[in-house]
């Protein structure tokens, strides 16, 4: 049981390395170039036995630093993921062959991530469009976005990343994933977002008021979730609305939802769901309903009609 429990850690920091080091745009050896009495700046590094040097742009003092940091960061995750892995080779860990409907559905998030994380970014009230939402995924720099949107935005990515990783889509579905999510989803904003609520909150638009959570109900209400008899999607879309509802840690109670249950779809190769931008007005109307216990099924149509997307 010990065993079990380390390698469940174990793979979760690993999947959060990965995470953390497929954000980091340029990772080698920085080479200065000087070409008619200018500097510039590439990568290089070896990829298929091959040596490739990649142009990153004009040398500044900016732009090395930056190189030099993103550099040293990838060196030290790199690391890092090598002695986990050589952790769980110790303990007996061999990783398994995932169902092809998984590795399908996989292949679809990662496909569709650009457009799943602009439609949680509008959800959000950030006020990007998709080519600049693209462009932050992309490393590019935008200056028509606030920095703490940006960050928002590249939460979002980090996790993603992390759910999408292969160790993680076979971990459960459960209240620590929850609060794993909540934690990348508020990177930079509170010390530990995955930590769960303890404060009163009001939610702006309705008099609903949640209920303070308590960590043992939290536990026993999302296994009951999992457990029932409901179909894959019923399952996903109770747990949305039940984190959402129950305001389980102090922000992002939203994007912690719809990633956590987008987790227990693909884990059992059944799609994903996600609130198309040009249908968030008409969600946050089902959600004030939904909190102020009007008609629970106009808002669980909503989500299996209009944002579930099979595979």
């Known amino acids: 049981m010990n065993n079990?429990?380390?390698i469940q850690n174990l793979l979760q920091s690993k999947a959060e390395y990965q995470a953390r080091l497929n954000l980091i745009p340029?990772?080698?050896?920085?080479?200065?170039k000087e070409i008619s009495g200018k500097k510039y700046l590439y990568i290089r590094k070896r990829e298929n036995n091959k040596l490739t040097s990649t142009y990153v742009g004009l040398y500044s003092?900016?732009?090395?630093?930056?190189?030099?940091?993103?550099v040293k960061?990838?060196?030290v995750l790199e690391r890092k993921i090598k002695s986990i892995e050589k952790e769980l080779d110790a303990l007996g860990y061999s990783e398994k062959e995932l169902p092809s409907d998984v590795l399908l559905n996989l292949e679809f998030a990662r496909a569709s991530m650009k457009q799943l994380i602009?439609?949680?970014a509008i959800l959000e009230g950030i006020a990007t469009t998709f080519p600049d939402t693209e462009k932050i995924l992309d490393n590019a720099k935008i200056s028509n976005i606030s920095a703490s949107d940006v960050q928002k935005i590249l939460n979002l990515k980090h996790a993603w990343e992390f759910i999408l990783?292969?160790?993680?889509?076979?971990?459960?579905?459960?209240?620590?994933?929850?609060?794993?999510?909540?934690?990348?989803?508020n990177q930079g904003?509170?010390?530990?977002?995955?930590?769960?609520?303890?404060?009163?909150?009001?939610?702006?638009?309705?008099?609903?008021?949640?209920k303070m959570p308590y960590e043992h109900e939290v536990k026993e209400e999302i296994a009951n979730i999992i457990s029932s008899s409901n179909d894959d999607v019923a399952t996903a879309i109770n747990l949305i609305l039940y984190i959402m509802k129950t305001q389980v840690f102090n922000d992002g109670n939203k994007r912690t939802a719809i990633i956590f249950a987008n987790h227990y779809l693909i884990s059992n190769g059944k799609g994903l769901i996600i609130i198309p931008d040009n249908l968030?007005?008409?969600?946050?109307?089902?959600l004030v309903d939904y909190y102020e216990g009007n008609n629970m099924n106009l808002i669980k149509e909503f989500w299996l009609n209009k944002c579930y997307k099979p595979l």
């Open 26 to 32: 340029y990772k080698g050896t920085i080479e200065i």
């Open 61 to 70: 003092e900016e732009l090395h630093q930056v190189l030099l940091n993103g």
């Open 189 to 210: 904003f509170f010390t530990d977002g995955g930590r769960i609520r303890a404060v009163p909150v009001t939610i702006g638009g309705t008099s609903y008021i949640p």
């Open 280 to 286: 968030v007005g008409e969600f946050r109307k089902l």
């Open 165 to 185: 990783d292969k160790d993680v889509i076979q971990a459960p579905t459960n209240y620590y994933l929850s609060q794993h999510i909540a934690k990348l989803v």
């Open 73 to 75: 960061e990838a060196r």
């Open 118 to 120: 602009y439609d949680q």
């Open 4 to 6: 079990f429990k380390n």
